[in-house]
């Protein structure tokens, strides 16, 4: 008798706006897995946002799989009930994101940084190139090749 395995890996679907360098934005899920290889959990937007590969598969809110050129996202709108355990950080600094398409954010930034080294530019600097920054409560990852600058705000 033959033995079914399954060759399945199993993907965890994490609805998304994508806001792209042309204009256009579009609504989906990206796949993450139920292991992180960083920390105990699901993998986050964040660890997809800012791994080695340069395109990314994007389900469609039609259900359409594309692959997504990262370098062509502005930034990323987590549309998930329960936003990424980053927004937890205690450490913040607010401030505006100026893209170099015109376009601004207004938010915050959750920072976890050596108490030495733990301004906004330090964080900006040592940053991978998506950063979570959270506006009205949702969280973003900025494409930090796309921001012309970022202000603090008291």
């Known amino acids: 008798m ?11 679907k994490r609805p998304v706006e994508i806001a792209l360098l042309d ?13 992180s290889a960083h920390h105990p959990g699901n993998e986050r937007i964040d660890e997809i946002l ?5 395109f990314i598969p994007v ?25 990424t355990q ?9 401030g505006k994101v100026f893209f170099l398409s015109g376009d601004i954010l207004e938010g915050r930034v959750p920072m976890e940084l ?8 330090d964080f900006l600097n040592c940053s991978r190139q998506f950063f979570p920054f ?13 921001v012309k600058m970022v202000t603090p705000v008291s």
Not at 134 to 146: D, G, P, Q, T
């Open 2 to 12: 033959e033995e079914n395995l399954s060759l399945k890996v199993r993907i965890l």
């Open 23 to 35: 204009g256009n934005r579009m609504q989906g899920h990206f796949f993450v897995s139920p292991c």
């Open 114 to 121: 050596p108490k030495t080294h733990n301004r906004l530019s």
């Open 59 to 83: 389900e469609s809110a039609e259900g359409a799989v594309t692959l997504l050129l990262k370098a062509s996202i502005l930034y990323v709108r987590s549309m998930e009930k329960n936003p």
């Open 86 to 94: 980053i927004s937890a950080l205690d450490t913040s600094a607010h």
């Open 50 to 54: 800012n791994d080695e590969r340069a």
């Open 134 to 146: 959270e506006v009205n409560h949702e969280m973003h990852f900025i494409n930090s090749k796309r």
